[in-house]
C-alpha cells in the first residue's frame, strides 16, 4: 500500500518568512495530491491540492509542487502569518474513491 | 467548496453505552464517504470506507461489530460506537468524495470531527 512520509514534523518561522513542507511518496500509480490545514480542536480543511498531470500549483500565498519521478510534493506558504500556525498535512491516493494516505503532519508555528 | 458536517461535535458517554455520529454532506452527494480516528498529535487513521447502499470495508484492526456503520443517503453516513469503553475516547472525523465531474477527478472535503470522551 501507499506510505507517505512528511517532514519536518515541527517548523517555527517569522512572521513574513516562507515556510516549506515536503512529502514522499511510494505508490506510482497515486496521483491526486491534496494538502490539509487543521487547527486544534477541527477538522482538516483543504488549502490545496495538485494531481499527476501539473507540476506546480499557486493559490495566492500558497504553492505546492510535484515531482512525479522522485515521488516527491512540497507546500510552500509565502508571507506567512500568525494564523497561519495549525497543523499541516499532506496526503496522496489515486483517486477513483480510493483511500487517502496521510502524512504524519507538521506543525507549524509563526512567532508574530 | 463542499461543506461536510457532523452531529455532535463532542459527546460524552458511559461506559458501555453506544453513540452514534452523523456525517452529513451539506450541499453534494457523496456515493463514498470516509470514517478517520485521531489520537492527539497524531495523524488521522482511516477507519473504514462507506459507500452508499452497501456494506462498509473496515481497515484492517477495526472491528466492524463494534463501530457499525450505514449509508442509508448519498448526503448520510452514520458511525455508532457501540458498548463504549475509556480507551475508544477519540476524535472521530469523516470525510465525504465530490467529483467534479472531469474525468476521474475527485475531491475530499473532511468534516469538523466529533470528540467522544467515554467515562
Known amino acids: 500500500g501507499e506510505n507517505v512520509e512528511q517532514h519536518p514534523s515541527t517548523l517555527s518561522v517569522q512572521e513574513g518568512d516562507s515556510a516549506v513542507i515536503k512529502c514522499t511518496y511510494s505508490?506510482?500509480?497515486?496521483?491526486?495530491f491534496p494538502w490539509y490545514k487543521q487547527e486544534l480542536g477541527k477538522g482538516p480543511q483543504l488549502i490545496i491540492d495538485?494531481?499527476?498531470?501539473?507540476g506546480e500549483k499557486k493559490d495566492q500565498r500558497i504553492a505546492v509542487t510535484l515531482n512525479k519521478t522522485a515521488k516527491h510534493f512540497s507546500l510552500h506558504i509565502t508571507e506567512t502569518q500568525p494564523e497561519d500556525s495549525a497543523v499541516y498535512f499532506c496526503?496522496?491516493?489515486?483517486?477513483?474513491?480510493?483511500?487517502?494516505?496521510f502524512g504524519t503532519g507538521t506543525k507549524l508555528q509563526v512567532i508574530p | 467548496g463542499a461543506v461536510v458536517s457532523q452531529h455532535p461535535s463532542r459527546v460524552i458517554c458511559k461506559s458501555g453505552t453506544s453513540v452514534k455520529i452523523e456525517c452529513r454532506s451539506l450541499?453534494?452527494?457523496?456515493?463514498?464517504m470516509f470514517w478517520y480516528r485521531q489520537f492527539p498529535k497524531q495523524s488521522l487513521m482511516l477507519m473504514a470506507t462507506?459507500?452508499?447502499?452497501?456494506?462498509?470495508?473496515?481497515e484492517q484492526g477495526v472491528e466492524k461489530d463494534k463501530f457499525l456503520i450505514n449509508h442509508a443517503s448519498l448526503t448520510l453516513s452514520t458511525l455508532t460506537v457501540t458498548s463504549a469503553h475509556p480507551e475508544d475516547s477519540s476524535f472521530y472525523i469523516c470525510?465525504?468524495?465530490?467529483?467534479?465531474?472531469?474525468?476521474?477527478?475527485?475531491?475530499?472535503?473532511f468534516g469538523p470531527g466529533t470528540r467522544l470522551l467515554v467515562l
Open positions: 450541499d453534494f452527494q457523496a456515493t463514498t
Open positions: 462507506s459507500n452508499e447502499g452497501s456494506k462498509a470495508t473496515y
Open positions: 470525510s465525504a468524495t465530490q467529483n467534479l465531474g472531469q474525468g476521474n477527478q475527485e475531491t475530499q472535503y
Open positions: 505508490d506510482s500509480a497515486s496521483n491526486y
Open positions: 496526503a496522496a491516493t489515486s483517486g477513483g474513491y480510493q483511500k487517502v494516505t
Open positions: 495538485i494531481r499527476s498531470n501539473v
